[in-house]
């Protein structure tokens, strides 16, 4: 059975930068194609960013581009999401997801793609 696992959340500055880190097991990593969503009090859950399960395709949210960074390390079984000049707006839960892909380019931007999803970790950008 996959499980995923995050960490690496935490309440920064406006501005500040963060590496969330996504432990996978119970599988074949590089199988999967990986993402990260997030889910803010009252919203629903958004997609943020995916990676292909090679690493050779990526997919950001528009408000992400150029700020966030996802990378996946298969030697460690662990997806990471670097985020830089953090926002008020980017706090939320953020959640990795796993979905199975046949594809070593496909990026998957919808939730009901994901088949494994963490327990989340809480990021909070405030002054």
């Known amino acids: 059975q996959v499980q995923l696992v995050e960490s690496g959340g935490g309440l920064v500055q406006p501005g500040a930068s963060l590496r969330l880190s996504c432990r996978f097991s119970?599988?074949?990593?590089?199988?999967?194609?990986m993402g990260w969503f997030r889910q803010a009090p009252g919203k629903e859950r958004e997609f943020v960013a995916a990676?292909?399960?090679?690493?050779?395709?990526?997919d950001f949210e528009d408000s992400v581009k150029g700020r966030f960074i996802i990378y996946r390390e298969d030697s460690e079984s662990t997806m990471y999401l670097q985020m830089y000049n953090l926002k008020p707006a980017d706090s939320a839960v953020y959640y990795c997801?796993?979905?199975?892909?046949?594809?070593?380019?496909?990026?998957?931007?919808?939730?009901?793609?994901?088949?494994?999803w963490g327990q989340g970790t809480q990021v909070t950008v405030s002054s």
């Open positions: 990676i292909s399960r090679t690493g050779g395709g990526k």
């Open positions: 997801a796993a979905g199975s892909a046949s594809s070593r380019v496909q990026t998957y931007t919808q939730s009901s793609e994901y088949a494994y």
């Open positions: 119970g599988g074949t990593f590089s199988r999967y194609a």
